[in-house]
Every structure is written in structure tokens, then in C-alpha cells.
């Protein structure tokens, strides 16, 4: 019988990435990052996040499919990922430090959600209006 104060059974951060999604794109990287940080285990927090424990007591790492945080500042942030990639400092937990995966929703750089992102399609020769994902503008689709 288990009681229902029982530590969680901690497990590797490969582990906790197969039953997370995280994009293949961003496993090495995370590989890296938590490699240098030092951790004794990870847990798979619902279908939110992975949480990686500190082997030496500092905060926790939160690992999202397209973002991390926890790190203790800007500085422990750009040297344990790399410094190759855009850290930010987190408003959700006061505090912390956050870094944007290689492959992520969050920002294309342009201050645009990636998701909705506008994408552009060219001009139509015909009518000069932006070009819809169809190939044709507005007025071309009306013209049939």
C-alpha cells in the first residue's frame, strides 16, 4: 500500500521528455542546458510543464514544450543555455529568469505571438492586394 505522502518517483530528463511533448527540435538543447545545471530528477507536471529539481537546492527548472525558467538571472540563463538564444526575465515567477527554446510559440522577434504570426504571401499582379494562403487575393477569389 502506497501512502499518499510518498516522495515522486523521480526520473531523467529523456524519460520525462517521451511522455512530454517537446519538440525533437528543442531535446538537445534542453539535454544541455540541464546537464549544466546539475538536477537529481525530473517530474512531468500534468500536461503543463517538466519540472526539473536542482541537485543543489536552488530553484526548481520549469521546461515547457517551447520555453524554460527558473534560472536564478540573466547571467546563469545565457551561460547555461548557450547564450544563443533569447532569455527574458519571468513575470510569473518573480525572480526568475526564462529562455525560448529553438522551436517555439512565443515570439517570432517581431514582438508577434508565433502562432498568429501574419505571413505574407506576395502581391497579385492583377489587383496589387496581399495574396492569401489560396494563392489568389480577395478579389481574385470573388472573380470565379
Known sequence: MTS???EPVLVSIDRAMESF???LENREFIRNFVARVGVKGCLVVGHSYIRALRTYGQ???N???GWSNGFVDE???????GGNHPVWHDNG???TWGVSHPLNWIRDGSGVRGATAPRDFGRCMKHGQPLLATGNCWQCDGES
Open 75 to 81: 547571467a546563469e540563463a545565457l551561460a547555461l543555455t
Open 4 to 6: 499518499p505522502t510518498a
Open 21 to 23: 511533448p517537446i519538440p
Open 93 to 95: 515567477r518573480p525572480g
Open 63 to 65: 521546461i515547457a514544450s
Open 59 to 61: 530553484r526548481d527548472l
